[in-house]
């Protein structure tokens, strides 16, 4: 597995939840890392993206403000800090590579994690 999601769970709303990307080396060092979410019965949406070189990031305006994407070089890992929760926010979260920046679709896929917001 060259890329796994962790760190999701059941939380309240206002809550804070951390996610982690564990991606293998040569992912980690060659590509930029998205994360994305889908919600029972909706698509795949776009939340958040880290160039490969760290400096540049994106996110939807849903969680704008609220959601922070950020590399740890140490440890391989793309994390993004979960501030704010809603209900709106359950959904499975998974990370993936982006083959160029600006998209906001996925390329390779790593397995996901559930978060679920209770009200």
């Not at 804070?16 to 994305?36: E, Y």
Request: proline share 2%; aromatic share 10%.
């Amino acid at each position: 597995v060259q890329l796994q999601a962790s760190g999701g769970g059941l939380v309240q709303t206002g809550d804070s939840l951390r996610l982690s990307c564990a991606a293998s080396g040569r992912i980690f060092a060659t590509s930029h890392i998205g994360w994305f979410r889908q919600a029972p019965g909706k698509e795949r949406e776009f939340v958040a993206a880290i160039r490969r070189s760290g400096r540049s990031t994106d996110y939807a305006d849903s969680v704008k403000g609220r959601f922070t994407i950020s590399r740890n070089d140490a440890r391989n890992t793309i994390d993004l800090q979960l501030n704010g929760l809603k209900p709106e926010d359950t959904a499975v979260y998974y990370c993936a590579t982006i083959t160029f920046w600006g998209s906001k679709d996925g390329n390779y896929w790593g397995q996901g994690t559930q978060v679920t917001v209770s009200s």
